[in-house]
């Protein structure tokens, strides 16, 4: 096999696709979690993982991956209104993670709606399922700190009735949870 050859069957591995892509994160952990021993912290990191797990299935979505104090996960398109309920979930379960740990700890989380590339990374045992493209990077880029945040391609998934505790931001648009 050729390289030409090799990089067709490695370009066969990757689909474009439209999806919800939620990065939820942490807002203040490094402050918030500071005065803690490592293992401490580690544990603090292992529930968030774990609330996080089991909030995005049971709103429907996959887990893509975790990094530091930070989820990535995507959901179809037709499932965006439980993309943003499962943000709200997620902010409210870290809220009471912070609450029984005795830290300050909120949700920031960014909620896209693009069109991005899934598939398998890398070849052999370090290979991994991940999501890329635009859309991905315009969701990390959407804002940081404590809040929630969606942008107008998920905005205009919810139902009217569903739209007023939305404060409009821009450029580019993006709607704030006004709790």
């Not at 959901?75 to 740990?101: I, K, M, N, Q, T």
């Not at 960014?110 to 999501?131: I, M």
């Not at 998920?154 to 009735?161: F, I, T």
């Amino acid at each position: 096999m050729g390289a030409s050859d090799d990089a067709g069957v490695r370009a066969a591995r990757f689909v474009e696709r439209p999806l919800v892509i939620v990065l939820a994160d942490l807002a203040g952990f490094t402050r918030a979690v500071a005065h803690l021993p490592v293992v401490a912290i580690a544990q603090v990191v292992d529930r968030f993982y774990s609330l996080c797990g089991e909030l995005v299935a049971a709103h429907g979505g996959r887990v893509v991956k975790f990094s530091g104090d930070s989820c990535l996960a995507v959901f179809e398109p037709a499932a965006a209104v439980d993309a943003v309920a499962c943000a709200v979930a997620v902010r409210d379960a870290v809220r009471l993670l912070g609450h029984d740990s005795q830290l300050d700890l909120d949700l920031g989380a960014n909620v896209h709606l693009a069109t991005v590339v899934t598939g398998r990374f890398g070849v052999g045992s370090a290979a991994t399922d991940d999501v890329v493209g635009v859309g991905v990077i315009h969701t990390y880029r959407m804002g940081a700190g404590p809040g929630i945040r969606i942008s107008e391609p998920v905005y205009r998934k919810l139902a009217s009735g569903e739209r007023s505790p939305w404060r409009k931001h821009q450029p580019p648009a993006t709607y704030t949870l006004e709790a």
